[in-house]
């Protein structure tokens, strides 16, 4: 057996002394395109800043490809939760995107012409071709999204994790988004998305991760991503309050 992607084993996870994450428990293999669902304040943020170490746990672990997380980050393309970047900012779209090579590259040599191509080919392939030399922060929310996006696709990495990346983002964006993911998928990355969209979760994943506060379910859609997983995860009164979402 290939050694799993993600192994999360007894994560806890507290901000000052309010519990956040509470004994999760999860296993993806390499190459799953997984969608982390849950209800606002699920704590689905924190398990993705847990495992880049931006947050530390009070307790449990976390490995990536065999190894403990903190060691391998350099692999890991990042897209916050969407945050709007000031007017002002003094940096362009192509400037934002190139960054994203500089991991890959060490931060002290020059981007040379195979960064600069992999930069315009991503901008283009989120349709920003047009904004390369435009100030990041003169961008709406869902055009800056899309550089982000970019960004994180010029990374060369071995896994993707992204936090609510389709919020504010055109549906045919979304969908050209979603099948570059997929290209990285067939790669054979491990994708992580955060996912409000019950909808269109049968259509982009084939895994999902249900969690409040603890990991309600985690496996293959048809296991995972059922009416009554989904009623727990967000205390639904019914299955009926369920609209309409299927498999
Ligand atoms: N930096 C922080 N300091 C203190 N509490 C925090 C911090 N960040 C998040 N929280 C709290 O932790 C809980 C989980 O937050 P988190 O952002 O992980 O939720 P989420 O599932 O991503 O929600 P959303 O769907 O709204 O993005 C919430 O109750 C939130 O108020
Ligand atoms: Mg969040």
Not at 25 to 35: F, K, L, P, S, Y
Not at 61 to 88: C, E, F, M, W
Not at 96 to 101: D, N, S
Request: net charge positive; glycine share 6%; proline share 4%.
């Amino acid at each position: 057996m290939r050694t799993p992607a993600v192994e999360i084993a007894n994560l806890t996870v507290a901000y000052h002394n309010k519990l956040v994450l509470w004994n999760v428990n999860c296993t993806i293999e390499q190459g799953a395109m997984v969608a982390i669902v849950g209800p606002n304040g699920a704590g689905k943020s924190t398990l993705l800043k847990t495992m880049l170490s931006l947050v530390h746990p009070i307790a449990g672990t976390i490995n990536l490809l065999g190894y403990s997380h903190k060691k391998l980050l350099h692999t890991i393309a990042y897209v916050p939760q969407r945050s709007l970047v000031d007017s002002d900012f003094p940096v362009t779209v192509l400037d934002v995107v190139l960054m994203g090579t500089y991991k890959s590259l060490g931060w002290f040599k020059r981007p040379g012409k195979k960064e600069y191509d992999a930069t315009y080919a991503a901008i283009a392939a989120v349709g920003m071709h047009d904004y390369a030399h435009q100030p990041i922060g003169q961008l709406s929310g869902g055009q800056q999204q899309r550089v982000f996006v970019a960004r994180a696709l010029v990374q060369n990495a071995q896994m993707y994790m992204l936090d609510e990346p389709f919020i504010g983002i055109d549906k045919t964006t979304e969908q050209i988004i979603s099948s570059l993911l997929k290209k990285e998928q067939e790669k054979g990355k491990t994708i992580l998305i955060v996912h409000h969209d019950l909808h269109t979760v049968a259509s982009y994943f084939d895994a999902a991760l249900l969690i409040n506060k603890s990991a309600i379910a985690y496996g293959p859609l048809q296991m995972s991503f059922t009416p009554e997983n989904v009623q727990k995860t967000f205390n639904y009164a019914s299955p009926s309050d369920i609209s309409g979402y299927r498999l």
